[in-house]
């Protein structure tokens, strides 16, 4: 089992950043690809950003790209979403995704994940 924990969300003025870690345990995620995803009030929850297992290739996306940033250090079981410029639209919980199909020849953009954190809200004030 994955347990995966995020932080780093709070309340931001448009325009600024926040970094969000995720960091798992239970298990090394090293060969798994990991996402980040995010839930509006009202809304479903829908795809923000995904990795590779060795960060070497990632998927955003279109609303945040050239925004958000993800990035991991495996050594450290950790994920990370670098989010700049942000706007009120990105208000939401954040959560991390792991998946543990360790198929390479499964793009990103067809991932689908088993494991789940429980988020950390991003509020974006205008």
């Known amino acids: 089992q994955v347990q995966l924990v995020e932080s780093g969300g709070g309340l931001v003025q448009a325009g600024g950043s926040l970094r969000l870690s995720c960091v798992a345990s239970?298990?090394?995620?090293?060969?798994?690809?990991m996402g980040w995803f995010r839930q509006a009030p009202g809304k479903e929850r829908e795809f923000v950003a995904s990795v590779n297992w060795s960060g070497g290739s990632t998927y955003y996306a279109e609303s945040v790209k050239g925004r958000f940033t993800i990035s991991r250090d495996n050594a450290k079981n950790t994920v990370y979403l670098e989010m700049n410029s942000l706007k009120p639209e990105d208000t939401a919980v954040y959560y991390c995704a792991a998946d543990s199909d360790v198929n390479l020849l499964v793009p990103l953009r067809r991932r689908t994940y088993d494991y789940w954190g429980q988020g950390t809200q991003v509020t974006v004030s205008s």
């Open positions: 239970g298990r090394t995620v090293s060969s798994y690809a």
